[in-house]
């Protein structure tokens, strides 16, 4: 029989029952400190340790990668096992310095209870995580799409979540002392008692940015001095919109198959000037503001940067749809 603990990990068959065969890649390891060992010697490693493992981090790393999972595992050291496809979970009670589980796409199960000075763990394969997290420094979970649960007890410095789409909400006890980053999470708003500084993609804005972009208005960003912080608040508003409160400069006009274009240039306070082509589709007549490098002058010019191509001469399409 196979028994389920509390987290519903499949653990491994019992010790009375004959041990799998190992693994044919599976490292030989020197024994680990156990504390509460369970008799049996080496056959011991074949099942979950009842106690606590205190071990260094390469003998950790080669442990959890040799799908030997420990119950409760101590680390001297920092615990780095990235672009590993062969993790897929973690111990339920884990400390160590830093962990970084990046770019690990079966590791579904992360510590229930965890001690660290920092976790690196972005484009993974968790889902939820559940319990107590105490990180000393910075969380980044960026790039998990299935990402939808925090723990309910995380307490950390700094908390990134960027391209979380699935993420709704934060717990309401987590505790932040710096930041936390959502762009591109589906955070649409931060628990009630949390006060910390708002990131989207690393430049601080505040909420309505973040959250409502709808309530900005085009005047706003054009009196924003910070040329970082006005190029975000200009992707949150939508340059579309920008150009149709703001107006802007027609630097050149023509035809195509959609109709009408026009090259639109708006100058900026230092930084350079927004110019962008303002065409129609000639199979929807779905108008599309498209953003061009500053030096073009021409909507044959834009057109052809567009599609691709360094010579406006070059582009000579057959059909436009």
């Not at 930041?179 to 009630?192: C, D, I, M, Q, R």
């Not at 940015?209 to 009196?223: C, G, H, S």
Request: net charge neutral; hydrophobic share 40%.
């Amino acid at each position: 029989m196979f028994s389920i603990n509390a987290r519903g990990r499949n653990l491994r068959r019992p010790a009375a029952t004959a041990p799998e065969p190992a693994a044919p890649a599976a490292p030989v390891l020197p024994q680990p400190s156990v504390a509460n060992e369970p008799a049996g010697g080496a056959a011991a490693y074949t099942r979950p340790y009842a106690g606590v493992v205190r071990t260094t981090p390469e003998e950790a790393r080669a442990l959890l990668l040799s799908g030997r999972m420990p119950d409760e595992l101590i680390v001297s050291g920092a615990l780095r096992l990235n672009n590993e496809p062969r993790l897929r979970e973690l111990p339920t009670l884990l400390e160590c310095t830093h962990l970084e589980v990046n770019n690990c796409p079966n590791l579904e199960l992360l510590p229930e209870r965890l001690r660290a000075t920092s976790v690196q763990a972005a484009r993974t394969g968790i889902r939820e995580l559940t319990g107590d997290w105490l990180v000393r420094e910075t969380v980044n979970l960026n790039d998990n799409p299935h990402l939808r649960r925090l723990p309910e007890r995380l307490t950390a410095k700094s908390l990134s979540v960027a391209n979380c789409p699935q993420l709704l909400h934060l717990p309401a006890t987590l505790h932040l002392t710096n930041w936390v980053e959502v762009a591109g999470s589906g955070l649409t708003s931060l628990p009630s008692g949390l006060k910390v500084n708002i990131r989207w993609q690393g430049t601080a804005v505040d909420e309505r940015t973040a959250f409502r972009p709808e309530d900005l208005k085009a005047v706003e960003i054009l009196n924003v001095r910070n040329v970082t912080r006005r190029r975000v608040l200009l992707e949150r508003f939508g340059l579309d919109r920008f150009i149709q409160e703001v107006g802007g400069l027609i630097i050149d006009r023509d035809r195509d198959a959609g109709g009408d274009r026009q090259l639109i240039s708006i100058p900026l306070e230092d930084d350079e000037p927004i110019v962008a082509l303002r065409v129609k589709c000639p199979s929807t007549a779905h108008t599309y503001v498209l953003r061009v490098p500053p030096h073009v002058r021409t909507c044959r010019r834009a057109a052809a940067w567009l599609a691709g191509f360094d010579n406006e001469h070059d582009y000579r399409p057959l059909i436009e749809t």
